[in-house]
């Protein structure tokens, strides 16, 4: 058990636009749900933090009107990157946790913007 | 502000030896720690959680926590090429249940 998805892995798009990615639990329910970054040989920035039904927890510098959270459900949050920039290039990747200490990852998401 | 140390390497072993990844955790009151891997392009992938002073044997791995000292290490044996990753060490003692990540170690097991 413990299986997380995401949707799309890989996304192309023009800058300006948004994208929406998918985290799914898909045999367990998530108390709370992680979004992370990671830049080519750099280690793993955690974004945010969301539990269901509440907003989201942004860590320091990173911009909630730009990275936007939304955990519907106990087995679903997205995470938009609205008016996206070269810049936010990046490996995205949730992590779902079961109340338990242990966050089992998604297989990340991989967005070039262009 | 808890940290968690781990020495970025490359640490490189010969197929078939006792790998031996450490890290140093600074919160002397912390009780979870992970092990991950990640392999080049790839999500991290839980392998080890330990809670209590000793050792954790999993297959050919063996996590080990010492509180006192406030040391975690996971022993890989018999290492395959297929070993060669980073691992990541992460305590989980935050109340909001983030993780706290090394910068993680790479394993370089050669044939």
């Known amino acids: 058990g413990a299986v997380v998805s995401q949707h799309p892995s890989r996304v192309i798009c023009k800058s300006g636009t948004s994208v929406k990615i998918e985290c799914r639990s898909l045999?367990?329910?998530?108390?709370?749900m992680f979004w992370y970054r990671q830049f080519p040989k750099k280690s793993l920035m955690l974004m945010a933090t969301?539990?269901?039904?509440?907003?989201?927890?942004?860590e320091q510098g990173v911009e909630k009107d730009k990275f936007l959270i939304n955990h519907a459900s106990l087995t679903l949050s997205t995470l938009t990157v609205t008016s996206a920039h070269p810049e936010d290039s990046s490996f995205y990747i949730c992590s779902a946790s079961k109340g338990d200490h242990e966050q089992y990852f998604g297989p990340g998401t991989r967005l070039t913007v262009t | 502000q808890k940290e968690v140390e781990q020495n970025s390497g490359p640490l490189s072993v010969p197929e078939g030896a006792i790998a031996s990844l450490n890290c140093t955790y600074s919160d002397r009151v912390s009780q979870s720690f992970f092990w991950y891997r990640q392999y080049s392009g790839k999500s991290p992938e839980l392998i080890m959680s330990i809670y209590s002073n000793g050792d954790k044997e999993d297959g050919r791995f063996t996590a080990q926590l010492n509180k006192a000292s406030q040391y975690v290490s996971l022993l890989i044996r018999d290492s395959q090429p297929s070993d060669s990753a980073t691992y990541l060490c992460?305590?989980?003692?935050?109340?909001?249940?983030?993780?706290?990540f090394g910068q993680g170690t790479t394993l370089q097991v050669k044939p």
């Open positions: 969301s539990n269901e039904g509440s907003k989201a927890t942004y």
């Open positions: 045999d367990f329910q998530a108390t709370t």
């Open positions: 992460a305590d989980g003692s935050s109340n909001t249940g983030k993780l706290i």
